[in-house]
Nanobody, 118 residues
Framework: VQLQASGGGLVQAGGSLRLSCAAS????????LGWFRQAPGKERDFVAR????????YYAESMKDRFTISRDNAKNTMYLQMDSLKPEDTAVYYCAARSIVGEKWDQWGQGTQVTVSS
């Protein structure tokens, strides 16, 4: 699966952004797709994931009130709607894919920068 993330940018605190992750190369019915983020000097953190076939979602506890993950089957695209953004949300956001029966996220997109100003 090839993944291409987009939609990052500069936004003021309290604002919103929607990230997109376009997937290609394989049918996604046997995959879960997810979002991760990495702030400067920190490890990459899990944000949310969606099982493509069922649409079931799972969030990191600290993200679930402000972030919404979704997918568009027809466009083979996953989204991350981010609302009420905070400066601490500043990071490079990556999309990733794994088999629904596996645990390892082994396909990664190139990342998109999100910067939230105070």
């Amino acid at each position: 699966v090839q993944l291409q993330a987009s939609g990052g940018g500069l936004v003021q605190a309290g604002g919103s952004l929607r990230l997109s992750c376009a997937a290609s190369g394989r049918t996604l019915n046997n995959f879960a797709l997810g979002w991760f983020r990495q702030a400067p000097g920190k490890e990459r953190d899990f944000v949310a994931r969606i099982t493509w076939s069922s649409g079931s979602t799972y969030y990191a506890e600290s993200m679930k009130d402000r972030f919404t993950i979704s997918r568009d089957n027809a466009k083979n695209t996953m989204y991350l709607q981010m609302d009420s953004l905070k400066p601490e949300d500043t990071a490079v956001y990556y999309c990733a894919a794994r088999s629904i029966v596996g645990e390892k996220w082994d396909q990664w997109g190139q990342g998109t920068q999100v910067t939230v100003s105070s």
